[in-house]
């Protein structure tokens, strides 16, 4: 077993206790297969507690499949994404919005992760012309891709874009719990109250084994109706649909009932790990200029720019991933269980082959 501590992703972070101790609490007789079980009616009120009094969840195994299910609920065959070029859903699901949704992504570049009007709008034309892919969606990261935040009147003015030309807001929310510690606001306050339609809501990066979920943010509406009607049968033609779904609806039931409360502490502690990574390389740049730091961690991640020679070297001893092969920009990922002294090693490994 390699029990390497490593920042490449808050992934690489087991189960939180709290996590566990819920999937055994399940573990005892028999419950309704297929949702109708007590956790996942639970789950529902937690749903409505976060997001609104309208809002459902709908819960599923992982972040691709309910990107991927969001995404097909809130599109018409012929419709397409607008995202940008580092969007989770465009990068790193192996084009399973593609392959799966049969979706078309309308990408446009952004050196901060986020979206915002002006390049949402570079995608909207050809409105109604039958040669097109028609925007159907936008979709935003929360955090982003690049560990940026989205402010809830960016959030707003993109809602408000796309309800004006017909479309819908999706937000992935792999790292919703992050974004929430950082802005020190509810999820409902940069969701459901800003206008966005759907979320993917992420359990597993801030602790669980397998539960993620999508939401429904405002049921009450016709547009909400029909998501809510979609998603059902979506799941589970998207093999989505766990059977024994109290095991999942625990998880989730365990990390955000009581306003999120594990979930946020997770969050809270992982930034602040971030944060003294970025202070303590920040520091060590101040004496080499090879060395730095285009970036501010707003959250839970560190984008650090480092000689080749030294993250060669450093990833001997920490997992960590490049983000740019051309400028040596390299991402560290902190997650719920790293240490100071995880940080602090890492901190003293890298002035050590510095001054080599």
Not at 33 to 50: C, H, I, N, P
Not at 137 to 149: A, D, P
Not at 163 to 177: I, V, Y
Not at 208 to 235: C, M
């Amino acid at each position: 077993m390699n029990n390497q501590r490593g920042f490449a992703s808050d992934n690489y972070a087991g189960i939180h206790p709290a996590v566990l101790s819920a999937i055994g609490r399940v573990n005892e007789g028999h419950q309704v297969a297929y949702g109708e079980d007590s956790e996942t009616v639970r789950f529902q009120a937690v749903v409505k507690e976060l997001f609104g009094a309208n809002a459902e969840g709908f819960p599923v195994f992982n972040g691709t499949g309910a990107n991927v299910i969001a995404l097909q609920a809130a599109t018409q065959r012929w419709e397409a994404v607008i995202c940008v070029e580092s969007a989770h859903i465009h990068a790193d699901e192996g084009g399973a919005p593609e392959k799966m949704a049969g979706l078309k992504l309308w990408t446009v570049p952004s050196p901060t992760g986020k979206l915002t009007v002006e390049l949402a709008k570079s995608q909207l034309f050809d409105l109604g012309f039958v040669h097109r892919a028609q925007p159907g969606v936008i979709s935003i990261t929360q955090t982003t891709e690049m560990g940026t935040l989205y402010q809830p009147e960016e959030i707003r003015a993109l809602a408000d874009l796309a309800h004006e030309n017909g479309l819908l807001l999706h937000l992935d929310g792999a790292r919703l719990s992050n974004a929430a510690a950082a802005l020190g606001l509810g999820f409902a306050d940069f969701t459901t109250n800003v206008g966005v339609d759907l979320v993917s809501l992420g359990g597993t990066k801030i602790g669980a084994l397998a539960a993620e979920a999508v939401i429904v943010t405002d049921t009450s509406t016709a547009v909400g109706e029909a998501l809510s009607a979609a998603l059902p049968f979506l799941r589970k033609t998207s093999m989505q649909l766990a059977s024994k779904m109290r095991f999942i609806s625990c998880q989730l039931n365990a990390l955000f009932e009581d306003g999120a409360k594990v979930a946020i502490d997770n969050a809270k502690h992982a930034n602040a790990m971030a944060a003294r990574l970025f202070d303590g390389i920040t520091e060590i740049a101040k004496s080499h200029p090879e060395v730095s730091m285009p970036n501010r961690a707003e959250a839970n991640a560190v984008f650090p720019i480092l000689p080749p020679h030294i993250t060669e070297q450093l990833q001997q001893h920490y997992r960590f991933y490049v983000w740019n092969q051309a400028s040596g920009q390299v991402r560290l990922m902190c997650a719920f269980d790293t240490t100071e002294s995880d940080v602090d090693g890492l901190l003293a490994k890298l002035r050590e082959l510095l001054a080599i």
